[in-house]
């Protein structure tokens, strides 16, 4: 069976997503809540990070933010329409325009390629099978029905954290884009109970060539 990755398009949609998402986790009042998750270190460290090395981190080639994606609590009702849940009323009590952004752009890449969505996010490929067969209707709704469905991605690993905002934000292209690379295999080979052996070579044949092409135009 052939899998193939993300697109150079959906590279820039998780950069952009990712840049809004630690600009978020940056600000003092708006990323308050979703620091809490992470060590105190760490979030000194992302306080203090310039405009500049947000756009280098932004480069990782994987959501930065977690939509609890493999919670099975929380996404209990997602296989399963459930026409008489309010959606407006759920949007309007958490309306969160970087929380439907990311929630639609995952089932649109779910919708096209499960594998590419799994490794942007981390999950699963049933999870994102699961996401691809609901409509987008009921994927916002159950979405915005779920407090703190929003996080930063392994938020309690301070080494995860380290690496990227260690040689994650270094000025060398070539460093940091091999500790993105490091991270990404590390989101895709850290779940036990899921084991598909292309991932780790997955990790490298794809997103690697891609990102390279998207840096060229950055003297970051």
């Known amino acids: ?8 398009a959906d590279f820039a949609n998780v950069r952009a997503l990712n840049h ?3 600009l978020r986790l940056r600000d003092s009042r708006q990323g308050q809540s ?13 306080q203090a990070m310039t405009n500049l090395q947000v756009e280098r981190l932004a480069l990782s080639p994987f959501l930065l933010l977690s939509l609890r994606e493999r919670d099975e609590a929380c996404w ?7 026409p008489n849940l309010n959606l407006l009323g759920a949007t309007s009590r ?6 439907t952004t990311a929630v639609s752009f995952l089932w649109q890449l779910a919708s096209r390629n499960s594998y590419a ?4 996010s981390g999950a699963n490929l049933g999870w994102c099978e699961r996401l691809a067969e609901c409509t987008l209707l009921h994927v916002l709704r159950t979405a915005a029905d779920r407090d703190g469905l929003l996080q930063a991605r392994f938020a309690a690993d301070e080494d995860f954290w380290r690496k ?5 934000l270094s000025s060398g292209s070539r460093v940091r884009h091999s500790a993105h690379v490091t991270c990404l295999q590390w ?27 998207a840096e060229k135009p950055r003297s970051h």
Not at 76 to 82: C, I, R, T, V
Not at 94 to 99: G, I, P, V
Not at 117 to 120: D, F, I, P, S, T
Not at 189 to 205: F, G, I, K
């Open 117 to 120: 969505a799994r490794l942007v």
């Open 94 to 99: 958490h309306s969160d325009e970087l929380l």
């Open 187 to 213: 989101l895709l080979t850290d779940d036990p109970a899921v084991h598909y052996r292309r991932v780790r070579s997955a990790a490298c044949d794809n997103p690697v060539p891609t990102l390279s092409v």
């Open 20 to 22: 809004a998402f630690l």
């Open 34 to 46: 979703l620091r809490q998750g992470l060590p105190a270190d760490i979030a000194v460290l992302i």
């Open 1 to 8: 069976m052939d899998f193939f990755g993300p697109e150079a």
């Open 164 to 168: 990227l905002l260690g040689p994650g």
């Open 76 to 82: 209990y009702s997602l296989g399963s329409d459930e």
